[in-house]
């Protein structure tokens, strides 16, 4: 019988409750031990009426970007309470996961990276070169990163924010992690946000700090993996291909594949 490829692997994921789920499951089925521990969680808007003007402007822009799942289904939730999205509205995912959060609600996506999945990536396509006079609309949680906004101003667009949700520091008890840490019980973990890296490092504490920059730290995004750096991680973070829990997955089944051949190496190299 073969062993499973994540036997015995303990993984932590740091997802937001009603995202995990789904990652969790890849894991387990994989024969990994799945440790669920959510950095984030997410909560509605500070101002909603704000949110709810852009949207009955909605015919108003020409793009609707969203910039992650939470962006999809947070907006699109509000937008189906209150109307349909107008049929002149070109659809822009950022990654792969926010474009499928889209389609599986039946929506085109009309723009969407085809590899690099960040706001850089979205930047360098084509129907956002010329973008001169165009009416943009981000939908976004509160907070985030400024430079697709400005970029797309710089080249003569009218951006506007649609923040349909906000990411909250969640209060957790560290002390279990921390202790099955200490027992050997974390192998990698993974964080799919940069604001969860943030709140991983605060919360963690000076004991978990130490255990947390000696351990393999699964990314999604190179700003992750530089954040993470900065924040004095000593192993190098693993950056996944996109955010996809199958993305994420084949990331730590590649690292764990060559943690186990340096393993075997340096047996053989010792004998």
């Known amino acids: 019988m073969t062993t499973p490829e994540l036997a ?6 740091t997802r937001p409750r009603h995202q995990a789920a789904g990652l969790c499951r890849l894991i387990e089925a994989a024969g990994g031990i799945a440790i669920a521990f959510p950095m984030l969680e997410i909560a509605p808007p ?88 165009k009416r943009i609309v981000i939908f976004r949680g509160e907070g985030g990163r ?7 101003t710089r080249r003569g667009a009218q951006v506007e924010y649609a923040e349909c949700y906000r990411r909250i520091k969640p209060d957790v008890d560290v002390a279990p992690l921390i202790k099955r840490w200490q027992q050997g019980e974390v192998d990698i973990v993974v964080t799919t946000s940069n604001e969860g890296i943030r709140n991983l490092f605060e919360l963690i504490g000076h004991s978990g ?3 947390l920059c000696n351990s393999p730290l699964v990314v999604v995004s190179a700003a992750g993996a530089a954040l993470a750096t900065e924040l004095g991680m000593r192993i190098p973070p693993i ?15 590649a690292w764990h594949l060559g943690a186990r051949r340096r393993r075997e190496g340096a047996v053989h190299g010792g004998t």
């Open 46 to 133: 500070q101002n909603p009426a704000s949110l709810r003007a852009i949207i009955d402007r909605l015919d108003e822009f020409d793009i609707a970007i969203f910039i992650s799942a939470n962006a999809v289904h947070q907006g699109l939730d509000l937008i189906a309470r209150h109307r349909h999205l107008p049929p002149h509205l070109q659809l822009a995912a950022v990654g792969r996961a926010t474009a499928q959060a889209l389609e599986q609600r039946g929506i085109t996506v009309q723009i969407a990276p085809p590899q690099r999945f960040d706001s850089e990536g979205l930047l360098e396509m084509k129907a956002l070169q010329q973008v001169s006079g």
């Open 209 to 211: 700090k130490e255990l």
């Open 239 to 253: 950056v996944a291909a996109q955010a996809s829990d199958e993305a994420i997955l084949a990331a730590i089944k």
């Open 146 to 152: 400024e430079h697709l906004a400005l970029t797309l």
């Open 8 to 13: 015995g692997v303990h993984i932590v994921v």
